[in-house]
């Protein structure tokens, strides 16, 4: 817009107007320049505000790098609920393949899950034993575990331990809970065993080393949450069932 100079104004008989009742010439074009600073910072806010296209090239860019930075951490955040649900599903999987494996074949016989494992009384002595194949044990064990041969070589110091064996899921490992028992040890199996152990995000072993590689068994065992990695190796176990 093209404003009229001072002495066009004059000639037009503006210099006497009233700006908001002041008479004076001087300060009437004092608060025509008033305005004017208005009207034009409002029209720079609104440019502002415009963003991409509007003429103002570093906000623009900002704004678009803001939008750029909350798409990405909303995708990051969907992308996690979709691995927690499947975890969450592959957790149920677990609990009830072993709820029918053992109501099949070793019902009745006490266990303790993994919470109750960590949550253990400490005034009384405990164990883990891997009653996994060796080819199994060598991808890794739970930490302290030690082997079902380690276990029965030294048996008598033992009895009066509370003894936990441990496979994948807990049906081998089931079966050795009961015949302990039968031989007058305090034995528990872990229910869930190695996959409820990872479900719970807790660490494996491996050569004293801490790993979240770990043998499933068989593929159709492989019920493992995100993080870890499934091994499948060697001769299977004649058992069936992990």
Sequence with gaps: MKWPGLGAMKRRGLGRLRWG???????????????????????????????PGSG?????????KLVAGAQQSTHAEQANDV???ADQKLAAEVRRRYG?????????????????????????????VDVREPHERRVSMLPGAITRE??????????????????????R??????????????ARNLAGSALAWAHAGLPFEA??????RV?????????LPHGYVPVVSGAQPLNSGG
């Design 21 to 51: 009742g002041v008479s004076s010439p001087k300060a009437a074009w004092a608060s025509a320049a008033m305005v004017v600073a208005v009207v034009t910072a409002v029209a720079g806010l609104t440019l502002h505000r415009l963003g």
């Design 207 to 212: 050569d004293g080393k801490v790993t979240r």
């Design 150 to 171: 380690d276990f029965e070589r030294n048996s008598a110091r033992y009895r009066s331990w509370l003894v936990v064996p441990y496979c994948t899921i807990g049906v």
């Design 100 to 128: 029918v494996m053992k109501l099949l074949q070793f019902a009745g016989q006490p266990e303790i899950s993994v919470a109750e494992w960590k949550a253990r009384p400490t005034d009384r002595p405990a164990v883990l």
């Design 173 to 186: 490992s089931g079966h050795y809970t009961r015949t302990l028992r039968t031989q007058g040890f305090e």
């Design 215 to 223: 043998h499933v068994y068989d593929p159709a065992w492989n019920l």
């Design 83 to 85: 691995v927690l649900a």
């Design 56 to 64: 103002n090239g570093v906000s623009g860019s900002t704004d678009q």
